[in-house]
């Protein structure tokens, strides 16, 4: 290890890295000491993490430097998407945040939070740690000003950052959604942009960090819908009836499922296909006319059982109905009544939730409630098979409809194995 003594310009460091030039980052590491006056700033360790190469340093900082050069409003892409946060959103409500303000307030010294540093305004951007900085800011300002621990980073590159918001994550219950959420910034804001352009998004509104019917769409939700598309638009209109129509999910909480990646391989132009973008504006009015069904504008509140009418919501029902948008691409007819659904329902639900809800197969389980609670392969084929049917008149869903749906999934796949196991007889 070598010491350089830099005591006339305010710190020392040592550097650990043999083979680093620490001269390329003593600019800032000068510049952060100077502003946040951390315990260690005559003994700061520069180090470096093996396998992203991401440069920092561990010390101690007083909750007031913290605070006022500080910020937990993070992006994870500042040049190509500042305005989208990279951390979850704080919940304040919580017994564990609680708990963690009445021990800031009784002097706690937490550890643990980590940042980037980055000259500018609020040059401290807190990546992990976020309701700790919170619970230090409350404490604050009720006079407590202790040190607390903070691992910084400095000269983070994309990847990097990505890499350290992953691993600050990891301590905690982060969702897939979350993790779906930073993948698809990283890679770039099409998907976003996409969805916003459709209305699946509202216009400057991020994907959701969490799983919850009334929350905006996830990343996992638009993939699906996308993917789904492409998977029905590879089917002739003429076999539907002939081959397996299940729709698929794609994975979360990984980098690249291999269902979306295969996706954007093989369509490179997917994000100016007109046809795809009409269909995810199609759903979106589905999606918004559901919603609305609901809606009391005597008492400007929703009735009925959220569940109703966040019908549209439902991962199967999205899936089914992009899988049979995609096979129908090219059928103006039965397209133009399969995107006509969103106004079939009048005074009621479009998805009409009540009569999904009353939808089952003599071999469902007992604990089975319908069409629109479950996400699994029967679930995603049924739908599709549904919203099939429905196109071929365009008369809306009916208690008929559904339950010759669900027959005609149950025949189709007792079809298909069938023929399976006559293939292997030979």
Known sequence: MDDTDL?????????????LDWEDYSGDIEKFSNIFEPLERYNLTILRDRRTQAIFIECHIPADKLIEHGTADVSLDAENSSEYRANRDLVTDHASFEQMCSDAYEGRRFSNIVAEFSPGE???????????????????????????????????????????????????????????????????????????????????????????????????????FIVNYFLGGMIKDTDFEKVDTTPQLVESGKREP?????????????????????????????????LNAFYDAKTKKYKGAPDARHKAKNLALLAGWAFVAGCLKDNNIRLARHFALAESGKSKDPLRAEVLASGRHATDA?????????????????????????????????????????????AKQASLRAKAMRAKLG
């Open 366 to 410: 007992a604990n089975y409630r319908g069409l629109g609670m479950r996400t699994d392969a029967k679930e995603r084929g049924r739908f599709a098979e549904l919203f099939w049917l429905q196109a071929e008149k365009g008369q809306g869903i009916s208690k008929p409809t559904v339950d010759l749906a669900i027959q005609t999934y149950e």
């Open 258 to 290: 291999k269902l979306w990646g295969d996706v954007k391989r093989q369509h490179p132009k997917l994000w100016s296909d007109e046809k795809l973008r009409a269909a995810g504006a199609a759903f979106a009015k589905l999606r918004t006319n559901q």
């Open 7 to 19: 005591e006339a310009t305010g710190f020392r460091v040592a550097v650990f890295e043999a083979d």
């Open 122 to 224: 609020n040059p401290l951007k807190i990546i992990g740690g976020q309701h700790r900085f919170k619970a230090i800011e409350e404490a604050l300002e009720e006079g407590v000003n202790t040190q607390h621990g903070v691992k910084v980073y400095f000269q983070l590159d994309n990847e990097q950052r990505l890499d350290v918001q992953i691993i600050s994550n990891t301590n905690i219950s982060v969702s897939k959604e979350l993790l779906d959420r930073m993948f698809e910034t990283i890679a770039g804001a099409e998907l976003r942009d996409w969805a916003q352009d459709c209305g699946l998004l509202e216009e400057g509104q991020d994907f959701a960090d969490k799983p919850g019917r009334s929350n905006p769409l996830t990343v996992k939700e638009c993939r699906t």
